[in-house]
T-cell receptor, first 113, second 117 residues
Framework: AQSVSQHNHHVILSEAASLELGCNYS??????LFWYVQYPGQHLQLLLK??????LVKGIKGFEAEFIKSKFSFNLRKPSVQWSDTAEYFC???????????FGDGTTLTVKP | NAGVMQNPRHLVRRRGQEARLRCSPM?????VYWYRQLPEEGLKFMVY????????ESGMPKERFSAEFPKEGPSILRIQQVVRGDSAAYFC???????????????FGPGTRLTVL
């Protein structure tokens, strides 16, 4: 069975600080990887996704993530956060056949102005 | 092209009543997924449906919960005899028909927030 682990439940940063949110998964097969963001009171939005190819994936709003197969990791990064990045971030994994995604428990990011 | 639509956005029920949550997938999407988000937790998969078929219901509680995706109309998640522990946000996602081994991204709706009094 797939599982996803997000290392930090709550991260607090000041504006302009760099961000890295950890995500590790367990699944032996080929996977598709996602990061979603959920702003307060809103629904999930896709930040970025990895299906194949270049393991460094660039998403919206300056976010990027690196797939390291040997470490089963897909960490999310942003060089300089803004107050508007305050939200909850979810890492998700799916195998390459259509079907469910397995989500991590989420990391709440608070950016102080 | 409208996104995934869910209604109602907020639903309040008393213990023992029934809750019906609706999900209209994006146009052209024939796969629907239901997830539940409990307070302070991530999304947990409940069920995956295609038109008139349940493909994977491994995340559905054994009792009181059912889901359908009829040939016509929205997908329905039905919770009978609700209890306080059913209070959560229920999200629906849809994806288009897959081809071969390619995986299609899931698009999420705004969710239905169920409160059981």
């Amino acid at each position: 069975a797939q599982s996803v682990s997000q290392h930090n439940h709550h991260v607090i940063l000041s504006e302009a600080a760099s961000l890295e949110l950890g995500c590790n998964y367990s699944y032996g097969g080929t996977v598709n990887l996602f990061w979603y963001v959920q702003y307060p009171g809103q629904h999930l939005q896709l930040l970025l996704k990895y299906f194949s190819g270049d393991p460094l994936v660039k998403g919206i709003k300056g976010f990027e993530a690196e797939f390291i197969k040997s470490k089963f990791s897909f960490n999310l990064r942003k060089p300089s956060v803004q107050w508007s990045d305050t939200a909850e971030y979810f890492c998700a994994v799916a195998n390459t056949n259509a079907g469910k995604s397995t989500f991590g428990d989420g990391t709440t990011l608070t950016v102080k102005p | 092209n409208a996104g995934v639509m869910q209604n109602p956005r907020h639903l309040v029920r008393r213990r023992g009543q029934e809750a019906r949550l609706r999900c209209s997938p994006m146009k052209g999407h024939s796969h629907v997924y239901w997830y539940r988000q409990l307070p302070e937790e991530g999304l947990k998969f409940m069920v995956y449906l295609q038109k008139e078929n349940i493909i994977d219901e491994s995340g559905m509680p054994k009792e009181r919960f059912s889901a359908e995706f009829p040939k016509e109309g929205p997908s329905i998640l039905r919770i009978q005899q609700v209890v306080r522990g059913d209070s959560a946000a229920y999200f629906c996602a849809s994806s288009p028909l897959t081809s071969g081994s390619s995986y299609n991204e899931q698009f999420f709706g705004p969710g239905t927030r169920l409160t059981v009094l």
